[in-house]
T-cell receptor, first 109, second 113 residues
Framework: DAKTTQPPSMDCAEGRAANLPCNHS???????VYWYRQIHSQGPQYIIH???NNETNEMASLIITEDRKSSTLILPHATLRDTAVYYC??????????FGKGTSLLVTP | EPEVTQTPSHQVTQMGQEVILRCVPI?????FYWYRQILGQKVEFLVS????????KSEIFDDQFSVERPDGSNFTLKIRSTKLEDSAMYFC???????????FGPGTRLTVT
C-alpha cells in the first residue's frame, strides 16, 4: 500500500472551497487514490477515487498531479456538515483500506 | 439507497466472554470486511472475506477472532475471549465486484469491562 501524508488539521470558512492536499510519492502504477471521510464516530464514507485523471462527482473534485505523487481533494462550497476527518488512501479495488490519521477539517460559520 | 447495517449498536461484555457482532452487507456485494477503531485512534483493518473464505487479514486478527457468513445475508465477527483492549468501534464494510468504493456500516461500539 502507498504511504500517504496529510496535514493533521485544516480550517475552512463555510461557503468557501476546501482544498485538502495529500502526498503519495510511493504509490504504485495500479493503485488508485481514494478519499474517504469520517464524521464524528460514524462509519467512513466514500467520497471519490482516481487513477491518473482528474475526477469530479456530486460531492467533490479530485486533482491528481501528472507524476501521481500528490493529489488534492476539493470541496467546492464547504458547509458545516463537511466538518470531518478526511482520509487519502492508496489502494486497489477489493483489497483492505489502510487508513492513516487523515486531515481533520473544521468548517467554520 | 441500500446500506450496510450492523447490530447491536452497542455491546457491553465482561472480559473473557465471547461476543458476536453482526452485519448485513448490501445484498449484491461480494467482498466483506471488518475494521475497528479504538477511541481516538485510526481505523484499522481486521479481515476481508470473499467467496466464503478469508482473503486477507491483519496481524490484529489472531486466533481469538473468526468470521462467518452463516447465510446469504449476514456476516459475523466473533471474538472468543474478549480482552479489555478489544474495546473499540467495529465497522463492517462491503463492496461489489465492479465497485471501487467500500460501503461502511454505522458500527458497533464494543465495551469490555
Amino acid at each position: 500500500d502507498a504511504k500517504t501524508t496529510q496535514p493533521p488539521s485544516m480550517d475552512c470558512a463555510e461557503g468557501r472551497a476546501a482544498n485538502l492536499p495529500c502526498n503519495h510519492s510511493t504509490i504504485s502504477g495500479n493503485e488508485y487514490v481514494y478519499w474517504y471521510r469520517q464524521i464524528h464516530s460514524q462509519g467512513p464514507q466514500y467520497i471519490i477515487h482516481g487513477l491518473k485523471n482528474n475526477e469530479t462527482n456530486e460531492m467533490a473534485s479530485l486533482i491528481i498531479t501528472e507524476d501521481r505523487k500528490s493529489s488534492t481533494l476539493i470541496l467546492p462550497h464547504a458547509t458545516l456538515r463537511d466538518t470531518a476527518v478526511y482520509y487519502c488512501i492508496g489502494g486497489i479495488s477489493g483489497y483492505a483500506l489502510n487508513f492513516g490519521k487523515g486531515t481533520s477539517l473544521l468548517v467554520t460559520p | 439507497e441500500p446500506e450496510v447495517t450492523q447490530t447491536p449498536s452497542h455491546q457491553v461484555t465482561q472480559m473473557g466472554q465471547e461476543v458476536i457482532l453482526r452485519c448485513v452487507p448490501i445484498s449484491n456485494h461480494l467482498y466483506f470486511y471488518w475494521y475497528r477503531q479504538i477511541l481516538g485512534q485510526k481505523v484499522e483493518f481486521l479481515v476481508s472475506f470473499y467467496n466464503n473464505e478469508i482473503s486477507e487479514k491483519s496481524e490484529i486478527f489472531d486466533d481469538q477472532f473468526s468470521v462467518e457468513r452463516p447465510d446469504g445475508s449476514n456476516f459475523t465477527l466473533k471474538i472468543r475471549s474478549t480482552k479489555l483492549e478489544d474495546s473499540a468501534m467495529y465497522f463492517c464494510a462491503s463492496t461489489g465486484l465492479v465497485d471501487y468504493e467500500q460501503y461502511f456500516g454505522p458500527g458497533t461500539r464494543l465495551t469490555v469491562t
